[in-house]
Nanobody, 123 residues
Framework: QVQLVESGGGLVQAGASLRLSCAAS????????MGWFRQAPGKEREFVAV????????FYVDSVKGRFTISRDNAKNTVYLQMNSLKSEDTAVYYC????????????????WGQGTQVTVSS
Protein backbone atom coordinates (compact mmCIF):
# COMPACT_ATOMS: atom_id res chain seq x y z
CA GLN A 1 0.00 0.00 0.00
CA VAL A 2 1.16 3.50 -0.83
CA GLN A 3 -0.60 6.63 0.36
CA LEU A 4 0.13 9.89 -1.41
CA VAL A 5 -0.34 13.50 -0.33
CA GLU A 6 0.34 16.37 -2.72
CA SER A 7 1.17 19.94 -1.77
CA GLY A 8 2.53 23.10 -3.32
CA GLY A 9 -0.28 24.18 -5.59
CA GLY A 10 -1.55 27.73 -5.74
CA LEU A 11 -2.48 30.75 -7.80
CA VAL A 12 0.32 32.33 -9.81
CA GLN A 13 0.74 34.62 -12.79
CA ALA A 14 1.86 33.41 -16.18
CA GLY A 15 5.62 32.99 -16.32
CA ALA A 16 5.95 32.14 -12.64
CA SER A 17 7.19 28.91 -11.09
CA LEU A 18 5.77 26.41 -8.62
CA ARG A 19 7.13 23.23 -7.10
CA LEU A 20 4.70 20.48 -6.29
CA SER A 21 5.59 17.84 -3.74
CA CYS A 22 4.09 14.43 -3.19
CA ALA A 23 4.83 12.68 0.07
CA ALA A 24 4.37 8.93 0.10
CA SER A 25 3.86 6.54 2.97
CA UNK A 26 4.84 2.90 2.83
CA UNK A 27 8.06 1.00 2.63
CA UNK A 28 7.84 0.22 -1.08
CA UNK A 29 8.01 3.76 -2.48
CA UNK A 30 11.37 3.13 -4.11
CA UNK A 31 9.85 0.20 -6.05
CA UNK A 32 7.13 2.27 -7.67
CA UNK A 33 7.18 4.30 -10.84
CA MET A 34 5.89 7.75 -9.97
CA GLY A 35 3.87 9.94 -12.24
CA TRP A 36 2.25 13.33 -12.29
CA PHE A 37 -1.08 13.79 -14.03
CA ARG A 38 -3.43 16.74 -14.37
CA GLN A 39 -7.08 17.37 -15.01
CA ALA A 40 -8.43 20.67 -16.27
CA PRO A 41 -12.12 21.59 -15.93
CA GLY A 42 -14.20 19.70 -18.47
CA LYS A 43 -11.27 17.63 -19.67
CA GLU A 44 -10.01 14.13 -19.07
CA ARG A 45 -7.11 13.48 -16.76
CA GLU A 46 -3.86 13.50 -18.72
CA PHE A 47 -0.31 12.33 -18.24
CA VAL A 48 2.27 15.01 -17.45
CA ALA A 49 5.51 13.35 -16.33
CA VAL A 50 6.94 10.07 -15.09
CA UNK A 51 10.06 9.02 -13.25
CA UNK A 52 11.52 5.56 -12.87
CA UNK A 53 12.18 3.71 -9.63
CA UNK A 54 15.72 4.99 -9.24
CA UNK A 55 15.04 8.39 -10.77
CA UNK A 56 17.39 7.74 -13.64
CA UNK A 57 14.77 7.90 -16.35
CA UNK A 58 12.13 10.56 -16.92
CA PHE A 59 9.62 11.37 -19.62
CA TYR A 60 7.26 14.29 -20.24
CA VAL A 61 4.25 15.16 -22.31
CA ASP A 62 5.33 17.44 -25.16
CA SER A 63 3.47 20.46 -23.82
CA VAL A 64 5.65 20.66 -20.69
CA LYS A 65 9.03 19.57 -22.03
CA GLY A 66 11.71 22.09 -21.17
CA ARG A 67 9.49 23.76 -18.53
CA PHE A 68 8.70 21.00 -16.01
CA THR A 69 11.12 18.72 -14.19
CA ILE A 70 10.15 15.62 -12.24
CA SER A 71 12.47 14.30 -9.55
CA ARG A 72 12.33 12.00 -6.55
CA ASP A 73 14.10 11.50 -3.26
CA ASN A 74 13.66 7.89 -2.22
CA ALA A 75 15.22 8.56 1.18
CA LYS A 76 12.41 11.05 1.86
CA ASN A 77 9.68 9.09 0.05
CA THR A 78 8.91 12.20 -1.96
CA VAL A 79 8.46 13.05 -5.62
CA TYR A 80 8.56 16.58 -6.96
CA LEU A 81 7.36 18.47 -9.99
CA GLN A 82 9.19 21.72 -10.64
CA MET A 83 7.09 23.85 -12.95
CA ASN A 84 8.67 26.87 -14.60
CA SER A 85 7.36 29.36 -17.16
CA LEU A 86 3.82 28.47 -16.27
CA LYS A 87 1.10 29.16 -18.81
CA SER A 88 -2.64 29.59 -18.40
CA GLU A 89 -3.14 26.26 -20.11
CA ASP A 90 -1.29 24.58 -17.23
CA THR A 91 -4.25 25.38 -14.97
CA ALA A 92 -5.55 22.11 -13.58
CA VAL A 93 -5.73 19.86 -10.57
CA TYR A 94 -2.42 18.02 -10.39
CA TYR A 95 -2.26 14.48 -9.08
CA CYS A 96 0.68 12.29 -8.23
CA UNK A 97 0.33 8.57 -8.65
CA UNK A 98 2.32 5.42 -8.03
CA UNK A 99 2.57 2.32 -10.18
CA UNK A 100 4.18 -1.00 -9.31
CA UNK A 101 5.06 -1.32 -12.99
CA UNK A 102 8.73 -0.80 -13.76
CA UNK A 103 7.86 1.92 -16.28
CA UNK A 104 4.53 3.20 -17.51
CA UNK A 105 2.74 6.34 -18.65
CA UNK A 106 -0.67 4.64 -18.79
CA UNK A 107 -3.16 6.04 -16.30
CA UNK A 108 -4.82 2.65 -15.78
CA UNK A 109 -1.55 1.12 -14.59
CA UNK A 110 -1.25 3.51 -11.65
CA UNK A 111 -2.65 1.90 -8.52
CA UNK A 112 -2.34 4.68 -5.98
CA TRP A 113 -3.40 8.30 -6.28
CA GLY A 114 -3.20 11.42 -4.18
CA GLN A 115 -6.10 13.76 -3.59
CA GLY A 116 -4.78 16.40 -5.98
CA THR A 117 -3.58 19.97 -5.64
CA GLN A 118 -4.98 22.91 -7.59
CA VAL A 119 -2.68 24.95 -9.82
CA THR A 120 -4.17 28.10 -11.29
CA VAL A 121 -2.19 30.28 -13.68
CA SER A 122 -3.60 33.70 -14.48
CA SER A 123 -2.70 35.35 -17.76
Amino acid sequence: QVQLVESGGGLVQAGASLRLSCAASGRTFSRHTMGWFRQAPGKEREFVAVISWSGGRTFYVDSVKGRFTISRDNAKNTVYLQMNSLKSEDTAVYYCAASPQFWTTIIGEYSYWGQGTQVTVSS
